[in-house]
């Protein structure tokens, strides 16, 4: 606040111009400092917003990464589908195997119930997988009808490539759980990526659709979640 000594001594000698011009310097440095707080409030504001707006972003990165990370997995176990299928083609065996995919699933069951997932939820995403596995192989062997396999060397399937799909499914259940239990979400909004990420030859539109709709079943294990929060 400015004060001009030449006016206070010329007011000085009037009591009502001095009160006057006291209560014109104290409106007008109340206004100066409101006009002060109010910018600094809004500054402050400003930071808050960026940092939430960051916070957010990093979030929704952090969630992206961790979904994406999941998708590419069962996109690279279905791409050792072209292995499974130039072998049984080769050695005449049929595509279907039962035994094994009931192996498989009672595996997925007990790797679900470790990882903090309701093993039932997880069932028809296995399921869904070993489905859509044995469509790509019968689609290579149509193909192979009328042409020769690109490369007719493949991975032994008991010593490679099963090992292999096992590992993976694994680490499908894993991610999966960790993903839930951060806050995850396999809403309709990550179809699009899972469609995208998820393309290896021969696995059909429909093949993705059903293996989708089934991840988005699974749960994690009621009591866990409750002891984690």
């Known amino acids: 606040m400015f004060i001009n000594s030449g006016f206070v001594l010329s007011t000085v000698g009037s009591g009502r111009h001095f009160r ?24 402050v504001m400003k930071l808050v917003l960026t940092g939430l707006l ?3 972003l990093s979030t929704l ?13 069962i996109n690279q176990r279905l791409t050792y589908m072209q292995d499974v299928a130039l072998f049984k083609a080769k050695n005449h065996s049929a595509v279907e195997d039962l035994a094994q995919e009931k192996q498989v699933l009672e595996k997925a069951l007990i790797d679900a119930q470790q990882a903090g997932l309701q093993p039932d939820s ?22 192979w009808l009328s042409t020769r396999p690109e490369n007719s060397e493949y991975r032994d399937l008991d010593s490679e490539v099963r090992p292999k799909v096992l590992e993976l499914g694994v680490e499908i259940v894993v991610r999966i759980s960790e993903y839930l239990k951060a806050g995850g979400a396999f809403d309709n909004k990550l179809q699009q990526d ?36």
């Open 61 to 73: 990165t952090i969630a992206d990464t961790m979904s994406n990370g999941i998708f590419q997995l």
């Open 122 to 143: 997880i069932a028809d995403f296995f399921q869904a997988q070993m489905d859509a596995a044995k469509a790509i192989q019968y689609r290579y062997m149509a193909d």
């Open 20 to 43: 006057s011009w006291v209560k014109y310097e104290l409106a007008e440095s109340m206004e100066c400092n409101w006009f002060q707080a109010l910018k600094t409030f809004e500054e």
């Open 54 to 56: 960051s916070l957010t």
């Open 194 to 229: 899972f469609v995208r990420t998820v393309n290896t030859r021969h696995l059909s539109e429909n093949d993705k659709k059903n293996i989708f709709e089934s991840l988005q079943l699974i749960r994690l294990i009621k009591n866990q979640t409750a002891v984690r929060e």
